[in-house]
């Protein structure tokens, strides 16, 4: 049976103003790799503006890792191709919290949750435990090994 890596991408998204980098992440399932091996997959986001209200959008065949502001992404599990369909209700389905104000980071947690409640992947992965991964992969891109 044909396996779809997922990802949990991070992208920076400038400084904030209390001088955090409050990176920008993504639902990611990979669904080829081109002849380079660089993963083409489909991106889960969120889009929309707090005047107008966010929404979950998504976007097939597209390279997640090839953006300059692409800064490292977590494979979270894989799925059956045959569950392809489920993932992506699942993930369009995710709560977004404070639809005003959102957090991308809040967002792809609760679609990490359902992921896992489905028993689509088989790790619970938690927003503490993906930023302590970034946070190690922030510190690769610093030094320039990423």
Not at 115 to 137: C, D, P, R, S
């Amino acid at each position: 049976m044909t396996q779809l890596r997922v990802y949990v991408a991070q992208y920076y998204n400038g400084v904030g103003p209390n001088g955090t980098r409050p990176y920008y992440w993504q639902v990611c399932i990979e669904t080829a790799l081109d002849w380079k091996l660089l993963p083409v997959a489909t991106v889960f986001t969120i889009t929309g503006s707090a005047a107008a209200g966010f929404t979950p959008s998504t976007e097939g065949a597209r390279y997640f890792t090839t953006s300059p502001l692409y800064r490292g992404s977590v494979c979270i599990g894989a799925i059956d191709i045959d569950h392809y369909a489920l993932a992506e209700t699942c993930i369009q389905s995710a709560e977004l919290y404070r639809r005003g104000c959102y957090d991308s980071q809040d967002w792809v947690e609760a679609a990490v949750r359902k992921l896992y409640a489905h028993g689509l992947i088989g790790t619970h992965w938690t927003k503490a435990v993906l930023q302590n991964e970034f946070q190690a992969m922030e510190a690769a891109w610093e030094s320039g090994d990423l």
